[in-house]
């Protein structure tokens, strides 16, 4: 099973990744934890994303395709995985159909604009291992700590509203047009992004057919 989980900033798609990766037993590539990764590292992908980043602008095009190609080459991969924030622009998605790689689904949460900022500001991430918390929607068991590899939690700092702003307007122009190139592609399904975490589990397991 090769899947994209679309959607605008703050959608969902880091969490239903991770609820939809445990139970198909495949890896989320998510290029912002990769890249957050970098970061940490003091890589040299990761200088060159990080004033991007933080002014909520996407990362090159090229700097994207080569870690993405480089990802999905490990053998982990082999069986499937789900795309968590890649593709975000058409040459990304164009990238990947030429490199031979169709995917399964590409499902798009969508959500309302005015919900995402409540969302982001109440974000915890776990910058160890990537899982993402909601101080009400999602806590941790305990506070700021990750209950999966017990590291403490993190405020991004690209969750500030004035960046969530530039994010959601980045989203709706180079992002959001990727819904005509699947739905072209035939492979599109959409999923109301508004509902409680489990229930969004269960439609996007009904979309794929799993
Ligand atoms: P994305 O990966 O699309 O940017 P996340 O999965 O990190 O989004 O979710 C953004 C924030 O919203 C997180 O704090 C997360 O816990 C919370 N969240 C995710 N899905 C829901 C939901 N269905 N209802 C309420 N809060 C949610
Ligand atoms: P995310 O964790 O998916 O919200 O991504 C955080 C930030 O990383 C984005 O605002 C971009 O600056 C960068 N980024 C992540 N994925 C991509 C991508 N596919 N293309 C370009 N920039 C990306």
């Known amino acids: 099973m090769k899947l994209i989980l679309l959607g605008a900033p703050g959608a969902g798609k880091g969490t239903q990744a991770e609820r939809i990766a445990a139970k198909l037993g495949i890896p989320t590539i998510s290029t912002g934890n990769i890249l957050r990764e970098a970061i940490a590292n003091g890589t040299e992908i990761g200088l060159r994303a990080k004033g991007f980043m933080d002014q909520g602008q996407l990362v090159p095009d090229d700097v994207i395709i080569g870690i993405v190609r480089e990802r999905l080459s490990q053998p982990d991969c082999a069986k499937g995985y789900i795309l968590d924030g890649m593709p975000r622009t058409i040459p990304q998605a164009q990238a990947l159909e030429d490199a031979g790689i169709h995917f399964d689904c590409v499902v798009s949460m969508e959500i309302d604009d005015a919900v995402i900022e409540r969302r982001m500001t109440g974000r915890r991430v776990c910058l160890a291992c990537g899982a993402s918390y909601h ?15 017990g590291k403490p939690l993190s405020v991004r700092k690209d969750d500030a509203p004035e960046t969530v702003r530039s994010r959601l307007a980045v989203y709706h122009r180079e992002t959001e047009p990727l819904k005509g190139f699947y739905e072209k592609l035939g492979n599109l399904k959409l999923v109301d992004g508004n509902q409680p975490i489990a229930d969004i589990t269960a439609a996007i397991l009904r979309a794929i057919g799993a």
């Not at 101080?135 to 590899?149: F, G, I, L, R, Y």
Request: net charge negative; proline share 13%.
């Open 135 to 149: 101080v009400e929607a999602n806590p941790p068991k305990t506070a700021d700590v990750c209950d999966h590899c």
